[in-house]
Every structure is written in structure tokens, then in C-alpha cells.
């Protein structure tokens, strides 16, 4: 599967098998955020990852209910949890860089997209998750103070293919030279 296919059928995974995932494709997996680019090769994440189905219940607990990803927390065979080391990604003597601040957001979105794409490339499915309590979580799982829960996926063999959403035509957010009023 080359990098476009994978990124035109990715999809957001919420149920998933029972079957287990091995730790060659988890390693696999964790291989992808490894070579994730980062500000200025800062690499910025930890990963929890979690078989612990007690554990997984306490985190599908901080989330608020009727989140559509709540069962998935519990039922998928493995959760990663992934952290952001903070003042380090965006900061130079540290002192941040750029107007945003603290870069990290950025550095865990790249590490998640490729984590979620090199799933699907495996055959395994993931889905995003961010609305969650992550003092909560931080807590739960002894997260140093000087790291942020940012993300958590699921990770599992997905149960059905989920379909493609529909998406927007580049002619409705592309602009070529200046920005053109909608």
C-alpha cells in the first residue's frame, strides 16, 4: 500500500475484534511515531501503550459520556496513550520560537498521523481521541509533570470497514497566490 492509498482509506476505527495484537505489530506501529518529524528533532512524545483492561476502563471513564469513541477505550486490545514532553518542541534557550507558543500539538499531530497510517497499512485500525479529562488520566497513569496527555487511539483489528466520509473539493480551500473570499 503506497502513502496515498493509506491516507485515502484511513478511517476513524471505534469498534474492533477481540483478537489480540501482537508485539511485533505494535512495535511496528511504535516504529512510525519513532521516525515522526518533530521541531527541530526534538521528539517531543512518550506513549503508554495498555493491554490492562483495568486500566482502560478507568480512562474510557474520562470521557464524557456519549463520546462516540467511549466503548472503543475499553474494548480495543491495546490504548495508546501518547504525551507531550512540554517547553521543549518551538523552544530555543528556552524561550519559544514563534507566535503559537509551545509547539508540541504540532509534533503529536505528525506522530499520531503517522501511528494511524502505518495501523492501517498493518491492517489495523485507530481512531483519534481528544475530548477526555487528561489531569485524570495524567494521574492514573503517573505521567510526569512536565509531560501532557495530548491523544489517545485504540489500536485493534477493526470489527467492519468503516465507509469514506465525504470530503471537501481542493477548489473550496485552496487558494493560489492570496486568499480569495469564499
Not at 116 to 137: E, N, Q, W
Not at 166 to 175: G, I, M, N, P, S
Amino acid at each position: 500500500m503506497d502513502v496515498l492509498e493509506a491516507i485515502q482509506r484511513r478511517r476513524s476505527i471505534r469498534t474492533y475484534k477481540p483478537d489480540p495484537v501482537s508485539d511485533e505489530m505494535l512495535d511496528k506501529v511504535l516504529e512510525a511515531v519513532r521516525w515522526s518529524p518533530s521541531w527541530a528533532n526534538t521528539q517531543c512524545w512518550e506513549v503508554v501503550a495498555i493491554r490492562e483492561p483495568e486500566i482502560k476502563a478507568k480512562i474510557a471513564e474520562t470521557l464524557p459520556p456519549g463520546n462516540p469513541s467511549l466503548s472503543s477505550v475499553r474494548d480495543a486490545p491495546i490504548l495508546l496513550v501518547l504525551c507531550a514532553i512540554r517547553n521543549l518542541s518551538g523552544f530555543k534557550r528556552g524561550e519559544a520560537m514563534t507566535d503559537k507558543g509551545d509547539w508540541f500539538m504540532f509534533d503529536i499531530g505528525l506522530a499520531m498521523e503517522n501511528l494511524c497510517l502505518a495501523a492501517h497499512s498493518l491492517g489495523l485500525g485507530t481512531v483519534i481521541i481528544g475530548l477526555f479529562d487528561a489531569t485524570k488520566i495524567e494521574s492514573l497513569l503517573g505521567v510526569p509533570e512536565n509531560l501532557s496527555v495530548v491523544a489517545m487511539t485504540p489500536l485493534g483489528y477493526p470489527q467492519k470497514e468503516a465507509s469514506p466520509p465525504k470530503r471537501k473539493e481542493l477548489a473550496d480551500f485552496v487558494h493560489l497566490e492570496t486568499y480569495r473570499k469564499p
